[in-house]
């Protein structure tokens, strides 16, 4: 298995914090953001990860060469004008095998890695928080018979079964698939949106796409100082207690 990571965003909405630096080199406990994704990846066995850069990418290159790791670095130059569907559509030209996509924006606690790491599904696998209380903005999922059925932020949060966490396991037979209803979404609906969209598209066509429980352990996508600070002070002290 390889990785992605996406870090092309300008993380707007974090205003000063991210003026200078990608919002992956935020620091959480003394370290950057994505210290913790990469050790998680480098925890079961994966080496070969392809980021996606764009706002101040060369820090974040700077910053990742001093693991032993195998990075393949891919440069999102419209970063201001796109959305995540194309970073992610750049990347995958560049997956040779299964892969997993990790949003460089997301603190999580490891064993939630370990849990999609060693689900079995041969397919798109999402790692789904079901025990979270829902609102507007997130990005929602509606679950049927082990399956994700639905998947949107307009899905009604009393009609939602969970949040997508953005963290996704590609299973090679779903590489292809997945590639195609990139192409799919970004030809009907242009680069502005979200590659979950290509997500519901492989739904739509009747592919499965299965799911894992994150099992209530803590985790956080930052998006504002807000979820910053929370980051900070309450999901990284209770990643570190459990």
Do not use: C
Not at 60 to 71: A, V
Request: glycine fraction near 6%.
């Amino acid at each position: 298995m390889e990785a992605v990571i996406l870090a092309a965003g300008y993380g707007s909405r974090l205003g000063h914090h991210t003026r200078e630096i990608p919002k992956a080199l935020l620091k959480i406990g003394n370290k950057p953001l994505i210290y913790y994704a990469v050790q998680a990846l480098e925890g079961r066995g994966i080496r070969d990860i392809i980021v996606v850069t764009g706002h101040k990418g060369y820090k974040l290159r700077e910053y990742l060469s001093r693991f032993d790791l195998n990075f393949k670095f891919v440069h999102n130059s419209l970063y201001k004008k796109t959305n995540n569907i194309y970073s992610l559509h750049l990347a995958i030209d560049y997956v040779r095998k299964g892969f997993y996509i990790l949003n460089s924006d997301v603190l999580f606690h490891p064993k939630i890695f370990d849990y999609l790491h060693d689900n079995s599904s041969e397919n798109l696998t999402l790692s789904v928080d079901t025990v979270k209380k829902l609102g507007e903005e997130e990005m929602k999922v509606k679950i049927v018979d082990s399956s994700v059925k639905k998947i949107s932020k307009q899905i009604p949060p009393n009609e939602a079964n969970g949040e997508y966490i953005g963290i996704a396991k590609v299973h090679q037979n779903a590489v292809d698939d997945l590639s195609e209803h990139i192409t799919l979404v970004m030809d009907k609906k242009g680069r502005r949106v979200f590659y979950e969209e290509a997500f519901q598209s492989m739904i739509d066509a009747g592919l499965e796409v299965s799911y894992e429980s994150t099992k209530g352990l803590p985790w956080i996508e930052i998006d504002t100082p807000s979820d910053l600070m929370a980051a900070r002070y309450i999901i990284y002290p209770s990643i570190q207690q459990s």
